[in-house]
């Protein structure tokens, strides 16, 4: 029996996501749960401090006993400050005795060469650096905080740090060009970044782009310019030695990223902060809940739980509401899902609409799979029956 899949009865989960939801400046496009504020903000402290002792408390019930991997995400980590950063990846080294990976997320105008030094000396291992884009005039678009020169400065001390480095791009923006684009892929796999992830800018609600451009379609972003952006990237980075093992990202070898790796092979993990999500089994459920008091008791016995701190809700997904879970998340890997597990109706369709493919016993997708994500994921998520139920508190 694996220690880590989400069937099984462990208490320790495989992996660890705390977030930090400060950042100096909201970005246009950012719909995620982070704040603007100053990095002396004691709210920043007082947050640090709250997190510390709950990663303390979940550690003693033995929820981190068998973490493989942890990501400090954001929002903006590094806003923390070297102090405060370095007491929490020396806590969460401390806590998970069988950790092989630790991210730090980090913003290049917030990365300083202090953080860096004691990065690996705290238990860090690896940081992955929200670069987006290397044009002056799209960072700005952006409402990006950096400039070019300091991401390129604070990627070649990443680099120069010995720490394993990952850098965030974002294609469809305004202003970017195939060429400008064709620029920043090689100008960060010139700099010997050991992974990168890509992703198309989406327009989201409740954001400043939203605002200005939900419902119209504007030409930067369209899909055949996110289609066209994606495959450059392929080409660039393929070319250069990087490996694409999912849609979205790509390593040289040795350097995938085993929490998000974690994330699409079902293994449980424990989210804390604001934003933070959780997917965990009934008994590390009923730990959490020891701990987190408000979350509901949950009578009916279900293989997956997943809780939004957030959002303020636990879902609790069937086993065949999983195996579907497991199966769409799967087909974003380069590896894809084994045949056999796919019903045979399901595969037949993947394949006459070209959006799958067999190789050996593997079904995998294709890149016409992956540029239409939606319908490939959402064909696999049609095998779970009935609707994923819901409790909120
Ligand atoms: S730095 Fe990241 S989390 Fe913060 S506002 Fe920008 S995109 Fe959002």
Not at 300 to 316: A, H, K, N, Q, T
């Amino acid at each position: 029996m694996s220690l880590t899949n989400n069937n099984s009865p462990v208490e320790s989960v495989g992996a660890l996501y705390v977030h930090i939801p400060f950042c100096v400046q909201k970005c246009a496009y950012c719909d995620f749960a982070s704040s603007a504020t100053c990095a002396d903000d004691p709210a920043i402290d007082a947050y640090l401090a709250s997190q510390l002792s709950d990663i303390r408390r979940f550690a003693e019930l033995g929820l981190l006993r068998e973490c493989k991997t942890a990501y400090i995400g954001g929002g903006t980590p590094t806003i923390l400050g070297t102090k405060g950063l370095m007491e929490l990846v020396g806590e969460i080294r401390n806590v998970c005795p069988q950790l092989e990976e630790l991210t730090f997320e980090a913003n290049p105008d917030t990365l300083d060469d202090t953080m860096l030094t004691n990065a690996s000396t705290y238990g860090a291992t690896r940081v992955s650096i929200g670069v987006q884009s290397l044009e002056d005039i799209e960072l700005k678009e952006l409402r990006r905080v950096h400039d070019a020169q300091t991401a390129q400065n604070k990627v070649r001390a990443a680099v120069a740090s010995g720490l394993d480095v990952s850098v965030d791009l974002m294609c469809a923006i305004p202003e970017q060009t195939d060429e400008s684009w064709q620029r920043t892929l090689l100008d960060v796999v010139g700099m010997g970044v050991d992974h990168v992830s890509v992703y198309p800018l989406a327009i989201e609600e409740g954001t400043e782009f939203g605002r200005l451009y939900l419902g119209m379609q504007p030409t930067w972003n369209d899909e055949e310019v996110q289609a066209r952006r994606m495959i450059a990237a392929r080409d660039v980075l393929e070319e250069a030695g990087y490996c694409r093992y999912e849609v979205a990202s790509y390593a040289k070898q040795g350097k995938r990223c085993l929490h998000n790796i974690a994330y699409w092979t079902g293994i449980t993990y424990l989210g804390l902060g604001t934003g933070a999500a959780s997917m965990l089994n009934p008994r590390q459920y009923e730990l959490v809940r020891s701990v987190y008091c408000k979350l509901p008791h949950i009578h009916d016995e279900c293989p997956r739980i997943r809780i939004s701190l957030l959002g303020r809700e636990v879902e609790l997904l069937s086993s065949d509401q999983a195996t579907a879970e497991d199966l769409m998340l799967g087909m974003r890997l380069v590896d894809g899902v084994a045949s056999e597990s796919v019903p045979a109706s399901t595969r037949t369709k993947l394949i006459e609409e070209k959006l799958a493919r067999t190789e050996g016993n593997r079904l995998v997708p294709t890149t016409r799979g992956w540029l239409l994500g939606n319908e490939l994921y959402g064909t696999m998520w049609d095998i779970a029956k009935g609707e994923v139920q819901t409790l909120s508190w």
